[in-house]
């Protein structure tokens, strides 16, 4: 974080593409069967908390907690280590399909990159063919690699549009994520029913105020139907 000299603090700028790039495992294209392993960097830090907070690392019930919680956060920040190339796996195909398709109700769990805390919830996607369909488990894979990460929802949900828009370059592409974050309901607020709504709009989703309507009203009605 720099200064101005006046008191007043820059935020410090995100890490740039090859750092994350450099965390890529080619060939990975997807979570399961995965094994995960136990940093003991990791592991050692959770006994320094452990022990800072009052407890007694070593006792029954936490002398494996550690090791636990290592693999844990191995798993839920495995979305760094996704090969993107490895996800699509040449599953684009040419298509005389110029509709919207849609793809709702996408449950995602991820880490709040401010206390570390989960915030869960689900994407809708939409996207417009301009000749190019991707199949259909790759949309729920994108949502995932981006969401097991330490991230802010509102980044999550444009790195998602910008990925499929990328990938596809489709007439236009629209995202919303709906979430609960835990930051606002285990501690600070205690908010326990606020939830947090982000979108991303792409070419003729955010140009045609029609079409925008027309993927709001699929999810509504989605929604709707669930209730």
């Given at each position: 974080m720099s200064s101005?000299?006046?008191?007043?603090?820059h935020p410090?700028?995100?890490l740039d593409e090859e750092h994350y790039e450099s965390l890529i495992i080619p060939g990975r294209g997807k979570l399961e069967g995965v094994s995960f392993n136990a940093d003991p960097h990791i592991e050692?830090?959770?006994r320094t908390i452990l022990a800072a907070i009052g407890e007694v690392p070593d006792r029954e019930g936490l002398q494996k907690t550690p090791s636990r919680v290592a693999k844990m956060y191995a798993e839920l920040t495995a979305g760094y280590h996704i090969d993107p190339q490895a996800l699509i796996n040449?599953?684009?195909f040419s298509v005389a399909y110029d509709e919207m398709v849609l793809v709702t109700n996408i449950d995602y769990y991820?880490?709040?990159?401010?206390?570390?805390?989960?915030?869960?919830?689900?994407?809708?996607?939409?996207?417009?063919?301009?000749?190019?369909?991707?199949?259909?488990?790759?949309?729920?894979?994108?949502?995932?690699?981006?969401?097991?990460?330490?991230?802010?929802q509102e980044r999550m949900?444009?790195?998602i549009a910008d990925f499929i828009n990328t990938t596809l370059e489709p007439a236009?592409?629209?995202?919303?994520?709906e979430g609960i974050h835990m930051c606002g309901v285990m501690r600070g607020v205690k908010k326990a029913n606020a939830r947090m709504v982000t979108s991303a709009m792409r070419g003729v989703f955010r140009e045609d105020?029609?079409?925008?309507?027309?993927f709001m009203a699929h999810i509504n009605r989605v929604n709707n139907h669930q209730e």
């Open positions: 101005n000299g006046n008191g007043y603090h410090t700028p995100e050692e830090a959770v040449g599953a684009v991820s880490l709040c990159e401010h206390h570390m805390l989960p915030f869960f919830g689900q994407v809708h996607v939409a996207y417009i063919p301009n000749g190019k369909v991707v199949g259909l488990s790759k949309i729920p894979r994108i949502v995932e690699m981006f969401a097991r990460r330490l991230q802010v949900t444009v790195q236009g592409v629209a995202v919303v994520a105020p029609k079409t925008r309507a027309e």
